[in-house]
């Protein structure tokens, strides 16, 4: 295929591409390169993983309307199932504060309007119509803070000291853990006999 590119338009090429530029632009340009450097429709196809016909199309979009055409998106989004009024209903009924998950909205779509929405959809469309999700905490955030420092000494009124630790059962001192310390003199008779493995 013939197709050659001037000085002026490799430039152009060259400056968008060191600008910030989507990666579906980014495809178009490079594909722009390589076939003027002379690698057919099919090389340039499988180094960007696209099909041959989208790299004649860019081709065709490039000759017909020029350099700007190429550099333009026509992607459009899916319009969603609900329709204007059915989306400001619904965003009055979570402006009143009814709504706790996702999943309860999920359950008010298909009673109200019969529209099945996977969970992850109702989140998606929440976040797309502006609502904002804020997890209640359970804390209470004024606490009394006479009955934390009560309770604060009490606890550090029965804390056993750095190198002292209290026994379970009684208040007799142990010794700190990582020591040991045979019961039995060593060299007697028990103390050999009375190992167990």
């Given at each position: 295929m013939d197709f050659s590119l001037d000085q002026k338009q490799r430039r152009a090429i060259l400056d968008q591409l060191r600008s910030a530029v989507s990666s579906k632009i980014q495809k178009r340009l490079y594909a722009m390169l390589w076939l003027d450097e002379g690698k057919s429709v099919d090389?340039?196809?499988?180094?960007?993983?696209?099909?041959?016909r989208c790299v004649r199309d860019w081709l065709r979009i490039f000759r017909?309307?020029?350099?700007?055409?190429?550099?333009?998106?026509?992607?459009?989004?899916?319009?969603?199932?609900l329709t204007p009024s059915q989306l400001d209903r619904?965003?009055?009924?979570?402006?009143?504060?009814?709504?706790?998950?996702?999943r309860q909205v999920q359950t008010y779509l298909l009673?109200?309007?019969?529209?099945?929405?996977?969970?992850?959809?109702?989140?998606?469309l929440l976040h797309r119509v502006g609502c904002s999700y804020h997890q209640v905490s359970g804390f209470l955030f004024k606490a009394d803070h006479d009955k934390q420092q009560a309770f604060v000494d009490k606890y550090r009124a029965d804390a056993p000291g750095p190198?002292?630790?209290?026994?379970?059962?009684s208040s007799t001192r142990?010794?700190?853990?990582?020591?040991?310390?045979?019961?039995?003199?060593?060299g007697s008779c028990e103390a050999n006999g009375s190992t167990s493995a």
């Open positions: 090389d340039v196809a499988a180094l960007l993983f696209v099909t041959p017909n309307k020029g350099f700007e055409a190429v550099l333009v998106l026509h992607y459009k989004g899916d319009a969603g199932n619904l965003k009055s009924e979570v402006a009143t504060g009814r709504f706790h998950c996702a009673d109200v309007f019969g529209l099945d929405y996977s969970l992850s959809g109702v989140k998606r190198r002292e630790k209290k026994d379970a059962t142990v010794t700190p853990s990582g020591v040991w310390r045979p019961s039995i003199p060593v």
